[in-house]
């Protein structure tokens, strides 16, 4: 769906540019964005996704694929950055490590009458937490030298 494609990229892009103001434009107003732990109105995203760019100032999104339906599509990208900034998670926050972390995010996207009716993002806060450094239940440490991501 060519609206659902041009909807998914200028929010990219303006995450990128760090121009997230105007991200609630592109949604219904009755939509909602959602990650795991957090869900949000679209004039809550702007405060949302600048928490992200604050700890990873340097925040890259690297597409790998995507799923196009007739109401949207389905997006999966690798994030790059360096945590150099307080993370707020549903967890509570998570002070700079200074590590260079890439993690695997798929973004599901609902598109109605040309805005976004549904943004959900999936991802692994224990992946996440792990590459950060932080011990958390459940996980074991990956190896420093262990590529992230999948498998050629």
Excluded at 11 to 16: I, S, T
Excluded at 48 to 55: D, E, I, K, N, S
Excluded at 64 to 69: F, K
Excluded at 112 to 120: N, Q, S
Aim: net charge positive; hydrophobic share 40%.
């Amino acid at each position: 769906m060519r609206g659902a494609d041009r909807l998914i990229q200028q929010q990219y892009e303006m995450l990128l540019r760090r121009d997230v103001a105007r991200l609630p434009e592109l949604y219904a107003t009755d939509a909602r964005y959602a990650m795991p732990g957090v869900t949000v109105r679209p004039t809550e995203l702007p405060a949302l996704l600048r928490t992200w760019t604050g700890a990873f100032p340097d925040l890259r999104v690297d597409p790998l694929g995507a799923v196009r339906t007739a109401g949207g599509a389905a997006v999966e990208h690798l994030l790059t950055g360096t945590h150099t900034g307080v993370l707020h998670t549903p967890f509570g926050t998570v002070a700079p490590t200074g590590r260079d972390v890439a993690w695997e995010v798929v973004d599901v996207v609902r598109v109605r009458r040309g805005r976004i009716a549904a943004w959900r993002s999936y991802f692994d806060w224990g992946q996440l937490m792990t590459l950060l450094g932080l011990r958390v239940a459940g996980t074991s440490r990956r190896p420093q030298d262990e590529p992230v991501g999948l498998p050629a």
